[in-house]
């Protein structure tokens, strides 16, 4: 068998010198050289003031959920919420995912160190016997980030990283909100169901006494058939109200991550102002996590432009091999093996991917424009919601101060009737209507708070009040 070729070797002061000077080269190129646009926040017009009455004073978005809901069994149902909800466990595990993502992504401009044990064929001479070469080597492999491709793809996974933060805190906000309208829900359901019944105890009361003036012959079937009508129908409501509080108890229980099971709650006392403070439309922009989150994905796309740009460019790496080097594996790490070191840099340019490369920086660019695009619609569907919720808010005070007077209205009209029925003058039909008038006034009033309370929540939601700085999630190592 002919003797293995002596491979060429590079001393460990030559390759030292080597690795220093490719590093400071590296470090001037760096410097400053990364393609693509750095971000710049769009120029962004909001009007002066909102549409919608409000009053003077810092947002009521910047309040502590606290203060707004100041109603403690409301409050300690949103604090176990913050605790327990799956949504936004789901929320904090996204941003662990997205921590992960910026290693990975910045690892791309760091060394790469690797042990190695390699087969390969030698060459063959007529009449030799089959012969390998092993090597078993530290290996090293560096690309030199020239063009900031990797550093435009830390900053589009630092971006993912800031939007998925912002993600985070939306959930928050919605956890908050929904969780206070739903003990409102409840609270009013509640209310209209202890109403219906103590009607339908009146309206029971009524026809009793009706069947006696009925076999007094003081009054007709006719009547004692519509009493019993109306008791009838007061009754039938009760199953259905019965059903919207078990639908709404178990809502509420999935936002707290409970089994559905029957939630306690009475009328919540808070009075409300006639306006709210809303601060100044430019806040949004750093208040609602929706928008945070839109820009921070712009921010990404941006990025993406750069580092899609980059790859169209030549690509600089270093790789180097220490080690030993022997034909047989026995010698590997024997005096027979022989010493081996390389380290260089490799140059690299695509002449031809089929358009694929183009079409990439392409596609970044189209996802940029659909990122703007989506910033500046979150921008004024946050407008939009703001000014619906505080002429919600407005129209609903207006709505329960006439529905308020309906029912003391109501009440003095069935109080007459019952003297004019007690003294002769009319059938027991104006009793009944009255009675039924009443019940609808009642109810409607339940449900004109409810919708006070409700745009009251909303206007908090949607000046992007209801989440604090959490504690910060363990980064991924």
């Excluded at 690795?19 to 990364?34: F, H, K, N, P, T």
């Excluded at 971000?39 to 549409?51: G, I, L, Q, S, T």
């Excluded at 009361?205 to 009925?214: A, P, T, V, Y």
Aim: proline share 4%; charged share 25%; aromatic share 4%.
């Amino acid at each position: 068998m002919s003797a293995a070729r002596a491979p060429r070797t590079l001393g460990a002061p030559s390759a030292l010198r080597t690795l220093r000077g490719l590093a400071l080269l590296s470090s001037a190129l760096l410097v400053g050289c990364a393609v693509g646009e750095d971000y710049k926040r769009p120029e962004v017009k909001p009007p002066a003031e909102f549409r919608g009455t409000t009053t003077p004073g810092a947002s009521l978005g910047a309040s502590d959920w606290r203060n707004v809901f100041a109603d403690p069994a409301q409050q300690a149902l949103i604090d176990e919420a913050l605790k327990a909800n799956l949504d936004l466990r789901t929320a904090e595990s996204r941003i662990r995912e997205a921590q992960a993502g910026v290693v990975i992504a910045r690892s791309g401009g760091l060394p790469t160190v690797a042990l190695g044990l390699n087969t390969s064929p030698t060459a063959r001479l007529p009449g030799d016997s089959l012969t390998s070469s092993f090597l078993a080597a530290g290996l090293l492999s560096w690309e030199i980030d020239l063009w900031g491709r990797v550093r435009r793809g830390t900053e589009a996974a630092r971006g993912d990283l800031a939007a998925r933060e912002a993600a985070r805190d939306g959930a928050q906000v919605s956890l908050v909100a929904e969780v206070a309208s739903r003990h409102f829900e409840l609270a009013a359901l509640r209310e209209v169901l202890a109403s219906t019944e103590s009607n339908a105890a009146l309206q029971a009361e009524s026809l009793r006494l009706m069947r006696r003036r009925n076999s007094a012959g003081l009054v007709s079937a006719a009547e004692v058939r519509q009493s019993e009508a109306q008791l009838a129908a007061t009754r039938a409501r009760i199953p259905d109200i019965k059903r919207q509080i078990t639908a709404t108890e178990n809502a509420l229980s999935l936002l707290l991550a409970r089994v559905p099971e029957a939630i306690d709650t009475s009328a919540v006392k808070q009075s409300l102002p006639p306006s709210l403070p809303a601060g100044l439309p430019s806040e949004l922009i750093e208040r609602r996590p929706d928008l945070r989150e839109a820009e921070q994905r712009l921010v990404a796309a941006n990025a993406r432009v750069g580092e899609a740009k980059a790859q169209l460019l030549p690509s600089l790496s270093v790789t180097g091999a220490f080690g030993s080097l022997s034909t047989a594996l026995g010698d590997l790490f024997g005096s027979k093996a022989a010493d081996v070191a390389s380290l260089g840099p490799n140059l690299e340019q695509t002449l031809y991917a089929g358009g694929a490369l183009r079409a990439n920086q392409d596609a970044a660019e189209a996802r940029l424009e659909q990122a703007l695009l989506a910033y500046r619609k979150a921008g004024l569907n946050a407008l939009r919601e703001v000014s619906d919720a505080l002429t919600a808010y407005e129209r609903s005070g207006e709505q329960l101060d006439r529905e308020a007077e309906r029912v003391v209205a109501q009440r003095e009209a069935l109080r007459l009737a019952d003297k004019r029925f007690a003294a002769g003058v009319v059938s027991f039909f104006e009793v009944l209507d009255a009675q039924r008038q009443l019940l609808a006034a009642d109810t409607d009033l339940v449900n004109a708070r409810l919708q006070r309370q409700l745009a009251y929540v909303q206007v908090f939601r949607a000046l992007g009040g209801g989440w604090s700085k959490p504690a910060p999630v363990a980064a991924a190592g």
